[in-house]
C-alpha cells in the first residue's frame, strides 16, 4: 500500500503493468490526470488478458452492454504505434500507477502520411463513463496533437457526439465528411469542395490501413458492416440529438455495423505561434 492511496498491488492481478515509454499529465476538470504513454506495444506480451484485467469493465460499461467481454472491438486499439492509459484522479505518481493498476481511459493513436501531409489517426478513446464530462475525450484529442503534430486529425465513428464534440474543439468549418455537406446549400459545398479530393485520398490510405478498403466507399466516407452491429444503441441518443444525429440517422446504417472516416484540419493555436 501507498501511503493515503486505496491501491493493489501488481501481483494481485492477473496481468503486471509494464513500464511505459513515458508519463505526460492531461488536464480535467477532476485536475491533472497522470497518463501512462507506450510507443512500443510489444511490452504487452498478452495484450488481451491486460485489456480484461484492467479496463474490461469500464469499456463494458462505455458501451453500454452491447458488447460481451470476449466481443470487444476496442482491442484493436493495442494494435497502433502508442497508446495512453489515464489513472484514476487521486493516482500522482508512475509508481503509485503501476501498483495501482486504476484506469479511467485509454487511447490510442498512429501517425501516417498521404502526399506530404501529416495525418494523425486516432484509433479510439475510451472514458469509464463514470468520469465522462470532465473534459478527458477533449484533453487527450488536444495533447496527442501537440506530442505528434499533423495537419489533419482523423478517426471512424458511428457515434453523432464524437461528430459534435471535434466539431467543438476543431471548429464546424474544419471538420470534414461527406454527411455533413450532403444535401446542403451550394456556399457550404463549394467550402468542402475545396477540400475534396485531399480528404477523399486520404480516406482511402486510412481505410487501407484499417484493413476496410474492401467495404470502404472514397466518395460517401463510408464503411459497410465495419462493426457488424451498432456499438451505442440508445447511447449516442442521450448525448446528442440534432442535426448531426438526424443525418447519421440518414446515412449510416448503424444496427448492420456502418462507420464513417471524419478528418478535421489542424490549426495552429495562437498561443503556440507565441511561443
Same mark, same amino acid.
Given at each position: 500500500?501507498?501511503?493515503?492511496?486505496?491501491?493493489?498491488?501488481?501481483t494481485?492481478?492477473p496481468v503486471?503493468?509494464p513500464?511505459?515509454t513515458s508519463t505526460?499529465?492531461? #488536464?480535467?476538470?477532476l485536475?491533472?490526470?497522470l497518463?501512462l504513454?507506450?510507443?512500443?506495444?510489444?511490452?504487452?506480451?498478452?495484450?488481451l488478458?491486460?485489456?480484461?484485467?484492467?479496463?474490461?469493465e469500464y469499456?463494458?460499461?462505455?458501451?453500454?452492454?452491447t458488447?460481451?467481454?470476449d466481443?470487444f472491438h476496442t482491442? +484493436?486499439?493495442?494494435h497502433?504505434?502508442i497508446?495512453?492509459?489515464?489513472?484514476?484522479?487521486?493516482c500522482?505518481?508512475?509508481?503509485?500507477?503501476?501498483?495501482?493498476?486504476?484506469?479511467?481511459? +485509454?487511447?490510442?493513436?498512429? #501517425?501516417?502520411e498521404?502526399?506530404g501531409?501529416?495525418?494523425?489517426? +486516432?484509433?479510439?478513446?475510451?472514458?469509464?463513463? %463514470?468520469?465522462?464530462?470532465?473534459?478527458i475525450f477533449s484533453a487527450?484529442?488536444?495533447q496527442?496533437m501537440?506530442?505528434y503534430?499533423?495537419?489533419?486529425y482523423t478517426?471512424?465513428?458511428?457515434?453523432?457526439a464524437?461528430?459534435?464534440?471535434?466539431?467543438?474543439?476543431?471548429?464546424?468549418?474544419?471538420?470534414?465528411?461527406?454527411?455533413?455537406?450532403?444535401?446542403t446549400d451550394?456556399a457550404t459545398?463549394?467550402?468542402?469542395?475545396?477540400q475534396?479530393?485531399?480528404?477523399?485520398g486520404?480516406?482511402?490510405?486510412?481505410?487501407?490501413?484499417?484493413?476496410m478498403?474492401?467495404?470502404?466507399d472514397?466518395?460517401?466516407?463510408i464503411?459497410?458492416?465495419?462493426?457488424? %452491429?451498432t456499438?451505442? +444503441?440508445?447511447?449516442?441518443?442521450?448525448?446528442?440529438?440534432?442535426?448531426?444525429g438526424?443525418?447519421?440517422?440518414k446515412?449510416?446504417?448503424?444496427?448492420?455495423?456502418?462507420?464513417?472516416?471524419?478528418?478535421a484540419?489542424i490549426?495552429?493555436?495562437?498561443?503556440?505561434?507565441?511561443?
Amino acid at each position: 500500500k501507498f501511503p493515503g492511496t486505496d491501491c493493489i498491488t501488481m501481483t494481485s492481478l492477473p496481468v503486471s503493468i509494464p513500464k511505459p515509454t513515458s508519463t505526460i499529465t492531461i #488536464p480535467s476538470k477532476l485536475g491533472p490526470l497522470l497518463t501512462l504513454v507506450y510507443s512500443d506495444l510489444s511490452v504487452f506480451t498478452d495484450k488481451l488478458a491486460f485489456y480484461k484485467a484492467y479496463i474490461k469493465e469500464y469499456t463494458q460499461a462505455a458501451f453500454n452492454d452491447t458488447q460481451t467481454p470476449d466481443e470487444f472491438h476496442t482491442e +484493436h486499439m493495442f494494435h497502433s504505434e502508442i497508446i495512453w492509459f489515464v489513472a484514476v484522479p487521486e493516482c500522482k505518481t508512475e509508481q503509485v500507477a503501476l501498483a495501482q493498476g486504476k484506469f479511467i481511459a +485509454h487511447s490510442s493513436f498512429s #501517425p501516417m502520411e498521404y502526399n506530404g501531409v501529416e495525418v494523425l489517426y +486516432h484509433n479510439g478513446c475510451i472514458v469509464d463513463p %463514470k468520469y465522462e464530462g470532465n473534459g478527458i475525450f477533449s484533453a487527450i484529442t488536444k495533447q496527442g496533437m501537440v506530442s505528434y503534430g499533423g495537419d489533419y486529425y482523423t478517426c471512424r465513428t458511428q457515434n453523432p457526439a464524437v461528430i459534435r464534440g471535434l466539431q467543438r474543439s476543431f471548429g464546424e468549418e474544419n471538420v470534414y465528411t461527406d454527411i455533413l455537406w450532403r444535401d446542403t446549400d451550394k456556399a457550404t459545398q463549394q467550402d468542402f469542395q475545396k477540400q475534396l479530393d485531399l480528404v477523399r485520398g486520404m480516406g482511402k490510405m486510412v481505410s487501407q490501413y484499417l484493413n476496410m478498403d474492401k467495404c470502404y466507399d472514397k466518395n460517401t466516407m463510408i464503411a459497410k458492416s465495419v462493426y457488424g %452491429k451498432t456499438l451505442f +444503441h440508445s447511447l449516442a441518443r442521450k448525448q446528442y440529438d440534432g442535426e448531426v444525429g438526424e443525418r447519421v440517422d440518414k446515412y449510416l446504417d448503424r444496427a448492420e455495423g456502418d462507420c464513417l472516416l471524419i478528418f478535421a484540419a489542424i490549426q495552429e493555436d495562437e498561443n503556440d505561434k507565441e511561443q
